[in-house]
């Protein structure tokens, strides 16, 4: 064998071990990128579910009311749960006389949680003002404020996390946003609303929005 020979040989063997190397490398990436994807995943869950734990408590420590600026979006997936929560702390704080005030956007898909809260206690309004559509906020007792951020810019956008700041001075600013905030709809008028604009019937939308359609016939009739 001629050293030619061997070093195209060593070429070749050297050849392949690169490639199987590349190989190695490009299946570590991929799986590198998704081990990655999954702990993004986790710590947004994580993040979120704190977020609705901070509202919990917040909402559990109050005294006379609690207001809102909210999304009121068809909860889905791991927000059933915390949705549930929510609903159960509402009717813990309607017995004990704390008036718990919420506005949401005016869009149909948002009557469920209106329905699920009215049930509850809480007292929903909707509105087509700016700030309903741009600001996720609640105050509690006039005193406490979570403000909760999406993950990117856009009204439809899911709460990412939030933040709780003990402010007098904002709380006043974000209630007088809220009361000033036009054209405000409770619950049952919105449903008449949304009944003229679209010809739907009671049941038409407890079907389509995944409301119990005895009860909204109950809460229509007070």
């Not at 070429?11 to 199987?20: C, F, Q």
């Not at 190989?23 to 570590?28: A, K, L, N, P, T």
């Not at 600001?135 to 856009?154: A, L, Q, S, T, Y």
């Amino acid at each position: 064998m001629t050293i030619e020979i061997g070093l195209l040989l060593l070429e070749s063997v050297l050849l392949v071990a690169t490639i199987i190397l590349l190989v190695y490398s490009i299946r570590e990436g991929k799986q590198r990128d998704n081990l990655l994807m999954e702990m993004g995943k986790a710590t947004k869950i994580l993040t979120r579910q704190e977020y609705f734990l901070m509202v919990i408590d917040s909402m559990m420590g109050a005294k006379e009311e609690i207001v809102g600026c909210i999304t009121g979006r068809i909860p889905g997936g791991e927000d059933r749960q915390m949705t549930r929560d929510i609903i159960a702390t509402i009717e813990n704080l309607s017995k004990n006389k704390v008036r718990v005030k919420y506005l949401l956007p005016k869009f149909p898909d948002r009557l469920h949680i209106g329905y699920l809260y009215t049930k509850a206690g809480a007292e929903i309004f909707y509105s087509s003002c700016l700030m309903v559509h741009n600001m996720r906020f609640i105050i509690v007792d006039e005193r406490i404020i979570i403000i909760g951020i999406p993950e990117i810019v856009g009204e439809t956008e899911a709460t990412k996390k939030g933040y709780r700041i003990p402010s007098e001075g904002l709380a006043m600013v974000l209630r007088n946003y809220f009361n000033t905030c036009e054209k405000q709809t409770n619950f049952t008028d919105y449903i008449k609303e949304v009944m003229n604009q679209t010809g739907a019937t009671l049941q038409h939308l407890a079907r389509e929005y995944k409301i119990d359609e005895q009860e909204l016939i109950r809460l229509m009739e007070k």
